[in-house]
């Protein structure tokens, strides 16, 4: 269906939506009904992946442009994925990062606040709870984020409050864990460049390695002698199609509910990075050499989301496990590479 002909009577801007977990978003939304616009700077994401969305490639930092691009739309929500997010190239630029993610985010705030859109979701993350007081971390978790990217996220949920308490935004933010997976039936799937998570790392190696001898290609792991079963670190895996939904959820959510809310994605299950390869290996069939590496600095033991209160107001639970994800994202890397 062509996003002119889409019978959905709301229609959601979706800023973002030609990357990773925008662009599953954007195909949920409308296989759903939903009418969507995205707006992306293509600056990490990629035309191919909106699929039948109307596309404006637009920056969220030229707000007289994006005003004009968006003049005579009428929108009902807004889901605001743009944005930068890796840690360690935060650390190195970080005035690119306040740039991009605060000044962006301020840009569409105001925007919706002037076309009248009440209405906002916003991509958040695990990383403005900084170094984890607890092994399962819920909401109340002290905001102490310890890198530029993850204060970006925490000042844009400081924006988003206020501005429900002062104009009548009804938002949420939605602090995802680690997003992982792939929708290889709609060709979607996690194609960022460079590549800086667990998972597609681990199956582009073996890609990687296909022509190579066994043994030449070594996956690096970093740091075995962490406090945890079998000495690497715990993470919270949540597969791209569930967090996709938690989006549509989080729609209703808002347009439901005055005020501003934040809330953690993840499936409240922490898998070790040996746990990942065993699991890879199982799912491809084939060895993934490792080598183990000393520490990186700021990498926490564990990091796992407490996921009651997204399972309480957004009737949200995660469907799909660590199996399901290395297989949908193996099916994808294979059909893409
Ligand atoms: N992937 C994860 O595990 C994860 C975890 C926590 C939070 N997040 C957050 O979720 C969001 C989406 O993550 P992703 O992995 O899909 O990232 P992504 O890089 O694949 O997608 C981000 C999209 O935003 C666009 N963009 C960036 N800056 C822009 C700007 N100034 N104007 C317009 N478009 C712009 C990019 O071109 C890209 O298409 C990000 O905000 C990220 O911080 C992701």
Request: proline share 4%; glycine share 8%; charged share 20%.
């Amino acid at each position: 269906m062509k996003w002119e002909e889409a019978l959905g009577s709301e229609h959601i801007l979706v800023t973002g939506g030609a990357g990773y977990i925008g662009s599953h978003t954007t195909q949920l939304l409308l296989d759903q009904g939903y009418q969507v616009t995205v707006v992306d700077n293509l600056s990490t994401g990629h035309a191919w992946s909106v699929g039948d969305a109307e596309l404006i490639q637009c920056d969220l930092r030229e707000p007289v442009v994006l005003a004009g691009a968006l003049r005579k739309k009428s929108f009902t929500g807004i889901i605001h994925f743009a944005g930068l997010s890796q840690v360690g190239e935060s650390i190195a630029q970080p005035l690119s990062y306040f740039d991009n993610n605060v000044t962006g985010s301020l840009n569409l705030i105001d925007y919706a606040a002037q076309a009248g859109i009440d209405q906002f979701v916003f991509s958040s993350s695990a990383a403005v709870y900084g170094n984890p007081r607890a092994a399962v971390i819920d909401e109340t978790h002290v905001i102490a984020p310890i890198n530029p990217y993850g204060m970006s996220k925490a000042m844009v949920e400081t924006m988003l409050a206020e501005s429900a308490r002062a104009n009548d935004l009804r938002a949420i933010a939605l602090r995802y864990f680690n997003a992982a997976g792939a929708m290889p039936s709609c060709g979607l799937g996690e194609a960022h460049d460079p590549e800086t998570h667990l998972i597609p790392n681990v199956l582009k190696s073996l890609l990687l390695a296909a022509d190579a001898s066994p043994g030449d290609a070594y996956l690096k792991v970093f740091g075995d002698d962490y406090e945890t079963p079998d000495g690497t670190c715990i993470r919270d895996y949540v597969h791209v199609t569930d967090l996709a939904q938690a989006h549509v959820s989080a729609l209703r959510y808002v347009k439901d509910t005055a005020g501003a809310q934040a809330v953690n994605l993840g499936t409240g299950r922490g898998h070790s990075v040996l746990e990942i390869i065993d699991t890879c290996q199982q799912v491809t069939g084939k060895d993934i050499a490792h080598i183990i590496e000393p520490r990186r600095a700021g990498d926490p033991a564990v990091l796992v989301a407490d996921n009651k209160l997204a399972g309480e107001l957004l009737d949200w639970r995660p469907q799909r496990t660590l199996t399901d994800i290395v297989s949908d994202a193996w099916q994808w890397h294979q059909m893409s590479s």
